[in-house]
């Protein structure tokens, strides 16, 4: 049966990668346009087209404007599981919503776009002949067009099953496209200042929208590194900040992280980052900070604080120690020897992200950060949690066979009081998260195991 045509709908042509990220940022960037996510289906699965009821072009512009899960946006004329339904659809949207974009005095194209088949142009050009019925009067124009229509055709996910007949059919206006060049533009690649954790550019801009950042934000990145997340932000219109304990990474020194470079260049720091995109502006500045001992007076000063934490894969997970702190086993040093830097756990460094995030956030403000986990414990329950913090989103990237990372989400929906009254009730919730706090050794011991299972297959 075709959809009614009674709301604004319009139809998403999704890209397929990142898939459990694609469902949260459409959602918080309609929460940032003011819009509200409804739709007619619960979830979307692994499908490219989604139908959404939006309440204006404006809005659904707006949402392009951001969106690097989203390939194109359409404003939904006609649907069908075949091409009766199609047709039969079509004929009942109001001809009143047509007539703007069909007048004599306009010009037109329409474009086939299919989704796991390929046609011939012989079968585009009778698909588009068969939409004579519509009331077109104005002159095809190939090159510039006024107005562009494509008729999208599902044949489903199973490239080993392509069917004869398309799953559905949808015809609809063009409104705009959604910012997938950032990818490339902004790729690591083309990057002067990387290291061995630089985010991919597109999960920096997911990050950035799912943390609902918008111009004149202050963003903030307690684990800056090299700064990829703050250039996401940044490019979005919000002013920047970040702090590291690495003193190197920073200010720029030391070696370099490129093959075939061995120290890093004069232009090879946060800064100039910023400045290759025409970013600077936005730079407020990176200090060298221990994130386990936040230097901050009490307020709120974040829109966002957008992060990914070292979990000791690449990055060593480490805090700033005191003499009292030292373990039994370095107290044989020398007295002239100070350790610089314990361990710090993983569910020690989650604990006081959220903390700090409760503390220092706007109400509304989101926190964004990655949790490693190792997939064979993991369950929901052990998402870290804060009472003055609610879980948005929780969508997860496979690192291996048996670890993984979970991108989560949350919105500050209360004020802090104190740090204090939290810590017993923090601390109990983060129990079971601690058996991640090995995450290193779970997840190199798979790449043991395997190397052993290929050494056993090729003596065999």
Avoid at 385 to 401: A, D, G, R, V
Wanted: proline content about 5%.
């Amino acid at each position: 049966m075709a959809l009614s045509c009674t709301l604004n709908r319009y139809l998403l042509l999704m890209a397929q990668e990142h898939l459990e990220f694609r469902l949260p940022e459409i959602k918080s960037l309609l929460s940032l346009f003011g819009g509200q996510f409804t739709s007619g289906q619960e979830t979307y699965g692994k499908s490219p087209f989604w139908i959404l009821n939006i309440p204006s072009e404006e809005i659904a512009r707006n949402l392009m404007k951001r969106t690097v899960c989203a390939k194109s946006i359409f404003e939904l004329w006609g649907h069908g599981k075949s091409p009766e339904e199609l047709y039969s659809s079509l004929k009942n949207y109001p001809v009143e919503k047509m007539v703007p974009f069909l007048h004599s005095d306009s010009t037109y194209k329409i474009k086939i776009h299919t989704f796991n088949k390929t046609l011939t142009q012989e079968e585009k050009v009778k698909r588009i002949d068969a939409l004579e019925f519509l009331p077109f009067e104005g002159k095809v124009n190939l090159k510039k067009p006024q107005h562009i229509f494509s008729i999208l055709e599902d044949y489903g996910l199973d490239p080993n099953r392509i069917p004869e007949n398309p799953h559905n059919i949808y015809f609809g206006r063009w409104i705009a496209d959604g910012q997938r060049e950032l990818i490339e533009s902004y790729s690591v690649k083309k990057r002067l200042f990387i290291g061995n954790t630089s985010m991919d550019a597109g999960l920096s801009f997911i990050m950035a929208n799912h943390g609902k950042v918008k111009a004149n934000d202050i963003v903030f990145d307690p684990f800056v590194g090299t700064g990829g997340l703050l250039i996401a932000s940044a490019h979005f219109g919000a002013y920047v900040y970040g702090t590291d304990i690495d003193y190197n990474t920073v200010h720029g020194l030391g070696k370099a992280s490129r093959k075939n470079q061995k120290w890093r260049g004069p232009d090879e720091n946060i800064r100039a980052n910023l400045r290759q995109y025409g970013l600077e502006k936005y730079y407020l500045d990176v200090l060298v900070s221990d994130a386990s001992k936040p230097s901050w007076r009490k307020g709120t000063y974040f829109d966002a604080i957008i992060t990914d934490p070292p979990y000791g894969i690449r990055e060593s997970t480490r805090r700033t120690g005191s003499q009292k702190e030292i373990s039994k086993g370095i107290e044989k040093c020398p007295e002239s020897h100070v350790p610089v830097s314990l361990s710090y756990h993983l569910s020690d460094m989650y604990f006081d992200l959220l903390n700090f995030a409760a503390e220092t956030l706007v109400l509304g403000g989101r926190l964004v950060y990655w949790l490693p986990v190792y997939t064979p414990e993991y369950t929901e329950e052990m998402v870290p949690w804060h009472p003055c913090l609610e879980l948005i989103s929780n969508c997860e990237q496979k690192l291996s066979s048996h670890t993984s990372r979970r991108l989560i989400t949350m919105e500050k929906v209360k004020k802090f009081e104190n740090r204090d009254q939290y810590s017993h009730l923090l601390s109990d919730h983060f129990l079971p998260y601690q058996g991640h706090n090995s995450f290193r050794e779970k997840y190199f011991s798979g790449v043991t195991k395997r190397i052993a299972k290929e050494e056993k297959s090729s003596q065999e």
